[in-house]
Antibody, heavy 123, light 105 residues
Framework: EVQLVESGGGLVQPGVSLKLSCAASGFTFDESAIHWVRQASGQGLEWIGRIRSRSDNYATAYAESLRGRVTISRDDSKNTAYLQMNSLRTEDTATYYC??????????????WGQGTLVTVSS | IQMTQSPSSLSASIGDRVTITCRASQSILKDVNWYQQKPGKAPKLLIYAASSLQSGVPSRFSGSGSGADFTLTIANLQPEDSASYYCQQSYGTLLAFGGGTKVEI
């Protein structure tokens, strides 16, 4: 079964850092780009960024609004991707999803998605 | 590239035909995907490459458009279609979602 499982969320205080994990199974993880998406309660989906595969030099890209505070990394030996967020703010409170990018010819889309992990930033 | 989705919400009856639109801030060819999300669940892919139906998705869902204007249509609306729907542009390096449409039955 193709699966992504996020972990590492929880209640944190403003200003701290947090590292989320995304464990993959059932597909060729090391050939896949992994993206992170978040969603505040009752709000829409926000793309955070991505990391490509080794064959694409693990290239990363980030949303402009978060650039400088987030870092995406991966460990192919563990089939796991990570999202590091620094200087957390209350507005970072959201459910964080990881998803794999499927590429077919000139087109690509997100599938599958993890179940999400909730991060609550509050004092 | 920004995606402007409308309406933000709608109410329709069983059997209705529903149309949701997304407009890109520039031409993105056919690089648009559509997702359905139910409360407490992760998004689920419905349509990729603007008009291709994902395997297992009911045929009452369809997508169309190219360039900057795209449409998701739900024909013969069913109770299980009550959900939020998001378009997503997959053109270029920085990806983005539309603001979402909540469909109530």
């Amino acid at each position: 079964e193709v699966q992504l499982v996020e972990s590492g969320g929880g209640l944190v205080q403003p200003g701290v850092s947090l590292k989320l994990s995304c464990a993959a199974s059932g597909f060729t993880f090391d050939e896949s780009a992994i993206h992170w998406v978040r969603q505040a309660s009752g709000q829409g989906l926000e793309w955070i960024g991505r990391i490509r595969s080794r064959s694409d030099n693990y290239a990363t890209a980030y949303a402009e609004s978060l650039r400088g505070r987030v870092t995406i990394s991966r460990d192919d030996s563990k089939n796991t991707a990570y999202l590091q967020m620094n200087s957390l703010r209350t507005e970072d409170t959201a459910t964080y999803y990881c998803t794999s990018l499927v590429v077919r010819g000139n087109f690509n889309w997100f599938d599958p998605w993890g179940q999400g992990t909730l991060v609550t930033v509050s004092s | 590239i920004q995606m402007t989705q409308s309406p933000s919400s709608l109410s329709a009856s069983i059997g209705d035909r529903v149309t949701i639109t997304c407009r890109a801030s520039q031409s993105i060819l056919k690089d648009v995907n559509w997702y359905q999300q139910k409360p407490g669940k992760a998004p689920k892919l419905l349509i990729y490459a603007a008009s291709s139906l994902q395997s297992g998705v009911p045929s009452r869902f369809s997508g169309s458009g190219s360039g900057a204007d795209f449409t998701l249509t739900i024909a013969n609306l069913q109770p299980e279609d009550s959900a939020s729907y998001y378009c997503q542009q997959s053109y270029g390096t920085l990806l983005a979602f539309g603001g979402g449409t909540k469909v109530e039955i």
